[in-house]
C-alpha cells in the first residue's frame, strides 16, 4: 500500500500544510494566513481543520504515516513541547505535540523550522547526494540545520544549529540575541534593511533614500533589485553580506569538513549577488575549503547547483538551496518517515 | 584472556609509547627524543624498536590489540597514508600504516593527533561520562578534537575539527596557514610569546622585558609564571587568550551544542589566568550557554572539572582536560579498541 504524510510549515506569517507521498511527490498543498494575533488555539483550530480538510480530499492516497510540523523555536523532542518561540511567543510551554496528536488521532512530529529546511534539502533538494550537510536559511532572522549520517543533529537539548549567532565581527553591529556581531547582524533580511537604513542615514545613498521613500515595504526584495540594478550602495549592503556568509561557513568548513553547505531562505534570492564575496572569503579563511574546492576547470563551479558529487574526490560544495521557500514544507513531511519514536 | 594495546604519541620533540589495558590502566611507557632532523626513516627506526622492546617486557600481558598512533597531521583513514604533517614534513605522502603493520606484524591505527587527544579525554579524562565532546588542544599550534555518538568525527576527508582556525578577529593578527585573525593567532604557546614579544617593542611591558633578556627559552610558561606573580602585561595577554577562546567556544556551543568541551594541550596550564574571560565572552555570545551555564549555586562551579553529568537536566561543561600531556597516549591506545577496520 502506498503511503504518505502531511507537513506543516508553521511561519508568523504563513502556515502551510502539504501532503506528500514517499517519492517526494506533492500530493496536495494549502497556504493559510498564520493569525498569530489570535492566538495560539486559533492557529491550532486553523492547522488542524485544514489537515482534516486535506486529508479528506485525498483519501484513498494511501497510509498516513504522520504529521511533521516545523516550528520557528527550540524543541524538547521528549515531550513534544515548544520551549522558546520568539515569532509565535504563546507556544511557549505549550505541549503541542500531545494536543495536537489527540485532535488529529495520528502521529505528530515537531521540530524546529531549520532542521526541518535542512531535512528538505537533504531529501530532495540541493543536497539529496549527501548524508552530511549543512544548511543556512537566510529570513527574518538566520537559522541553521544539520544533518550528519543521514539524521538532524539537534545537539544536548535541541539548542544545536545556531549558526546565525557565530560571531563573525567581534565588536560589531547589535544581535536581538544582546551580543555584538553575530551573523545574524549581517546576513538576515532584517540585516539588510538595517544597513540600508544606516547607508540613508549617511547621507550619500541616494538610490536607497528614493526607494524607501516609495516603497511602504522597503524589503531586501527592494534592496536587491537595487543592487542587480547597480546601486552602489545596495551592491555594498550585498557585499556585506557575502563576506559575513563566508567568514561564518570558513568557521563551519574548518570545523565540520562536510560535503556540502546550503544556503536558503528569502535573502538567498539575492545569491548571485552576495555570493562571489563568500568564495573570497572561504579561499582566505579556510585552508579545508582551499584544499577542497570545486575545480572550476572540470565544470564543478564554485557556487553552481551541484547535486552530484563531484567525481571520485572530495569537494566542498557551497551552493544555493533548490527548494526555495518550500525546503522547509518537504522537510516536515520527510519526518513521519525518518524519525522513530 | 585479558588484551591491550600500545599507544604512541608521535610529537615533533618527543615519542611517547605506552602499552594500556582495556580498563585504562598503564602497563608501561617509554619516552624518547623525536629525530625529526635525522629522518623519517630513523624515527621510524626508533618506534618500531621502542614498541618491540615494550611489547617483550609485559609479555604475558595478554592479547595486544594492536597499535594506535597519534600524528600530527592529516590522515588518509582508507589508505593509512599521512597525507601532510607540518612538523614532520617528510612524512608526507608516507604509506606509514602499511610499513609499520609489515614491519610490527600487528594492526596499526593511525590518527590526527588532536583527535586522539579529544578521545584519551573521554575515555578516561574530562569527558569521561560522555558520549559528545569538543576539545581543543594548546600546543605549539591549536588543535580540536571532536567525538560524536562516542566516536571520532572526521569529516569528509579527514580535514575536520580545525578549531584553531576558527576566525576570531577577522581583520587581526597574521596566521601561519595565510588568514588573519585565526584563534590559533591568539591562544598557541606560539601567540602567548608573539604577544608578548610585541607587548616589549611597545615599550611598556618591563617584566615581559626582563624576562626576555633574562631566559634563552622566554617561552608561554615563563609568560604564564609572570602573569601568575601579578605582572599586568603578562595577565593582558592572557586576557586576550580567554577572550579568543571564548569567541571561538561561543561559536561551537552556538552551533553544536555538545554537553562538554575540553581545553588541553601545554598553555592549559594557565587555565586559572585565562578561564574567566572565557566565561566572559560565553556569556555574552551565546544564547545556548547562557540558557545551559552550570548553576553555581549547586556545586557546579564554571570551568571546574566537572566529571560527572549535572543531576538532571542538560549543562554545558566548558572545563581543562584532565590528562595532562597523556590525552594524546591514552588516546591513541584507545584507537584498537573502538575502530574497525
Chains 1, 2 share one sequence.
Not at 491550532?44 to 492516497?61: E, F, P, T
Not at 544597513?195 to 526584495?221: Q, V
Amino acid at each position: 500500500m502506498p503511503s504518505y504524510s502531511i507537513g506543516v510549515d508553521l511561519g508568523g506569517t504563513n502556515l502551510r500544510i502539504a501532503a506528500v507521498d514517499q517519492q517526494g511527490k506533492l500530493l496536495e498543498k494549502i497556504v493559510l494566513d498564520t493569525k498569530v494575533t489570535l492566538g495560539r488555539d486559533h492557529v491550532v483550530n486553523d492547522m488542524c481543520a485544514a489537515i482534516q480538510g486535506l486529508s479528506a480530499k485525498i483519501r484513498g492516497a494511501g497510509l498516513l504515516l504522520g504529521i511533521g510540523i516545523g516550528v520557528p523555536g527550540i524543541i524538547d523532542m521528549e515531550t513534544g513541547m515548544v520551549r522558546e518561540s520568539p515569532n509565535l511567543p504563546d507556544w511557549a510551554d505549550y505541549p503541542a505535540r500531545p494536543e495536537i496528536e489527540k485532535r488529529l488521532g495520528a502521529r505528530v512530529i515537531l521540530e524546529n523550522d531549520a532542521n526541518a529546511a535542512a531535512l528538505g534539502e537533504k531529501w530532495l533538494g540541493a543536497a539529496r547526494e549527501f548524508d552530511d550537510m549543512g544548511m543556512l536559511t537566510l529570513g527574518t532572522g538566520v537559522g541553521g540545520g544539520l544533518v550528519l549520517g543521514g539524521r538532524i543533529w539537534r545537539g544536548m537539548n535541541g539548542m544545536a544549529n545556531e549558526f546565525g549567532h557565530i560571531t563573525v565581527e567581534p565588536a560589531g553591529a547589535r544581535c536581538g540575541c544582546g551580543n555584538r556581531g553575530c551573523l545574524e547582524a549581517y546576513a538576515s533580511a532584517t540585516a539588510v534593511v538595517r544597513m540600508a537604513h544606516e547607508a540613508i542615514a549617511g547621507g550619500n545613498a541616494p538610490g536607497l533614500a528614493r526607494a524607501a521613500e516609495k516603497n511602504g515595504d522597503f524589503s531586501a526584495k527592494v534592496i536587491h533589485n537595487l543592487a542587480t540594478q547597480g546601486d552602489e550602495q545596495a551592491k555594498r549592503i550585498f557585499q556585506t553580506v557575502g563576506k559575513m556568509l563566508g567568514i561564518a561557513l570558513s568557521d563551519l568548513v574548518n570545523a565540520l569538513n562536510l560535503p556540502i553547505y546550503v544556503v536558503g531562505g528569502g535573502v538567498s534570492g539575492a545569491w548571485e549577488v552576495f555570493s562571489p564575496y563568500i568564495f573570497e572569503e572561504l579561499h582566505q579563511r579556510s585552508m579545508v575549503y582551499a584544499a577542497t574546492a570545486p575545480d572550476s576547470s572540470n565544470g564543478n563551479r564554485e557556487g553552481a547547483s551541484a547535486n552530484v558529487r563531484p567525481g571520485g574526490s572530495s569537494k566542498t560544495i557551497i551552493t544555493r538551496a533548490s527548494l526555495g521557500s518550500d525546503a522547509g514544507l518537504y522537510g516536515a513531511a520527510r519526518l513521519p518517515m525518518v524519525v522513530e519514536t
